[in-house]
């Protein structure tokens, strides 16, 4: 890796990478500007992954600001929104992927595209003509695995509000899988508008982190693009 020092009045195209540190006793190394740089193996799997998908130029704020230069983190920390404002695309990096993350993606788009009746059904209820989940036994797997994407640390981060909400185009990843925010969002606000955060279908649903912060997060990004 290389660095390289740009203004943000007309920045080149670069992905803003929205994500976890992690432990910071537990750490990678990679090579920066011909030198040995230990990161934290969150951000070096995140980093492996957008280098697979193409992102070339990234911005990360370990990497980015010198985190050992007080003065230099304080300055970077009022730049912030400027940086995810401007940024040609965000990855809300949630993680790496577990067994059951392919299902939580499925299922969400399969949600997405049945957005005009209620999004979040019993699993016997969701349409299988229109999904490769053919059986309660694995919908309910599926809808498990929602859940556990819900709940994972990313969710309860109290950056994400800055630089989700203030992205021009965010995508969420948790290892190789990926879905866009539009799709993403959309399933969960319009659930909440429509029906409550009450309703008595997957009330595990409604209550993790993840659900109340999308939720949160889309409305800021409504409020942001308004101004």
Partial sequence: CSLAHVS???PPP???LSYCWGNPRVTKEIVLEGKKFRVTTNLHAALCELRRRG???IWADAICVNQRDVEERNQQLLR???IYR???ITVAWLGEESDETADAIGLLEILSNTIKTPPLLEPSQIPAES???TSNQISFRCWNALVDFLSCEYWRRIWITQ???LSQEVLVVCGSHSIEWSKFAAVFTATNQKYGTTYKVNADIASTQGFQQVCQ???FRADSMAD
Avoid: F, N, W
Wanted: glycine content about 4%.
């Fill in 8 to 10: 943000l009045v007309l």
């Fill in 131 to 133: 999904t490769e989940i």
């Fill in 80 to 82: 912030m929104g400027a």
């Fill in 163 to 165: 630089e989700v909400a």
């Fill in 14 to 16: 670069y992905t803003a």
């Fill in 55 to 57: 992102c070339m130029t």
């Fill in 217 to 219: 997060l889309q409305q």
């Fill in 86 to 88: 401007r940024a040609e």
